[in-house]
């Protein structure tokens, strides 16, 4: 399909589509087929030949080493990269990073983004954002976060229970959002705060077991669980400013769960065509697979709800250039959200044993997809507000009397 993307998006989109055909894919495959996982020499080598075609980054700034793209001409480049189990990382525009680098460029100081936008860039560095909160704490309800910051002199001191904070088994620095006036409403006296990992009373707990745990290389992302115990950081590590943890972290969760939607539609557009090509070769009950019309209009339906999904978030990233857009992102998450898990698995079911087995990367696509769901705001969670909006927009209205309802007439004119 043609989505009229400008030259800049879609000259970046050709040259990562390559850079995924011509190096990410073929490693893909061999670390399947050997089990061998890809060293983070290996992976580094990648981001050096992304650089060298001029790919690396391409979501910041040039002045940091990105390749300076607006935020609509990199998403193409994003739908390439979800093709590959690795490919947002062979270019470093893998979550959570991109994000945390997102967040970063937006807000941060100048001396923040020297100390760690510029490391966090060049792969020197790796980081988390830690917002989620074990049982009654913050979650899909985020009015609920209990972690606090209470300054002490020229310092924070920061004391709560996290989990869930993705990239935070191996992150050197986290992004905590904490409570930082316990007596405004959480939304206007939350605080997102930079914590070097290595501070006294960081405690990284365990990498919490969970679906598609399993890597391809060497260094997983993993999601640790963690404590934070009295731990003290110059109050000049507020990311932004103070109070305004919300504000700041719905900016960077719109564009997130819109860079989400174009991996994950990439990682559909890819179990497809794996699906297409078995359908077409596979033969059963006198013909191929690809002949039976049943499976062909699974297909097509698959075809065509893939192309609405990518038409939405290209929708929803247009409006993000002058509003909030918090309707169209939820819009466009909860939709792909669905439609990648229902491909994926469409994709699975028509590849049969292949399909399960793992010589095909359809298994590891089926247990990575499922989480979409769930990830930056739960289906439920963008459901309520959709919902929300729409019943707001209602304007009360005067329903006209009825008669009443005369069933001796009604049975009269029955009859005659």
């Known amino acids: 399909m043609e989505y009229h993307d400008s030259e800049t998006a879609q000259d970046m989109a050709d040259r990562v589509g390559a850079f995924m055909d011509d190096v990410v ?133 920061l004391n709560g229970h996290k989990w869930w904070t993705t990239g935070g088994m191996n992150a050197d620095i986290l992004l905590v959002m904490a409570r930082t006036d316990p007596d405004a409403h959480p939304y206007e006296g939350t605080s997102i705060i930079l914590v070097p ?65 174009m991996r994950y539609s990439g990682m559909a557009e890819r179990a497809l065509d794996i699906a297409k090509a078995y359908l077409a070769e596979r033969e059963a009950f006198g013909s191929t697979l690809a002949d039976k019309q049943a499976l062909r209009h699974r297909i097509a339906d698959a075809e065509t709800r893939l192309h609405a999904a990518r038409t939405m978030v290209r929708h929803a990233a247009r409006e993000l250039d002058h509003s909030e857009a918090r309707i169209e992102v939820a819009m466009a998450k909860l939709f792909t959200a669905n439609v990648t898990n229902d491909i994926i698995d469409l994709a699975v079911q028509c590849c049969g044993g292949a399909g399960i087995g793992k010589d095909l990367p359809l298994a590891h696509f089926y247990e990575h997809v499922r989480a979409f769901r769930i990830v930056d705001g739960a289906d439920e969670v963008h459901r309520r507000s959709i919902a929300r909006d729409a019943f707001d927009a209602v304007e009360e209205v005067e329903i006209p009397n009825t008669p009443q309802f005369d069933e001796e007439l009604w049975i009269d004119e029955f009859d005659g």
Request: aromatic content about 6%.
């Open 25 to 157: 894919l073929p490693r893909e495959r061999e670390a399947l087929a050997t089990g061998e996982p890809i060293t983070t020499e290996e992976m580094e080598a990648l981001w050096e030949q992304a650089k060298e075609r001029d790919l690396f980054a391409p979501q910041v700034p040039t002045e940091y080493g990105g390749q300076g793209l607006d935020f609509r001409e990199m998403l193409p480049s994003f739908e390439q990269v979800g093709r590959s189990l690795i490919g947002a990382r062979s270019i470093r525009a893998n979550a959570p990073d991109e994000g945390n680098m997102h967040t970063l460029e937006m807000v941060g100081t100048p001396e923040q983004k020297e100390k760690w936008l510029r490391p966090l860039v060049s792969g020197e560095i790796s980081s988390g954002f830690s917002m989620t909160e074990p049982m009654q704490g913050g979650g899909s309800d985020p009015k609920m976060l209990k972690t606090t910051a209470q300054k002490d002199g020229d310092e924070w001191v």
């Open 197 to 261: 990992a290595d501070t006294e009373g960081v405690t990284v707990v365990r990498d919490i077991p969970h679906l598609g745990d399993h890597s391809i290389t060497e260094q997983s992302v993993g999601h640790a669980e963690i404590k934070y115990e009295n731990v003290r950081v110059p109050l000049k590590n507020t990311l932004g400013a103070e109070n305004q943890g919300f504000q700041i972290a719905q900016m960077r969760l719109g564009g997130g769960r819109l860079t989400h939607c």
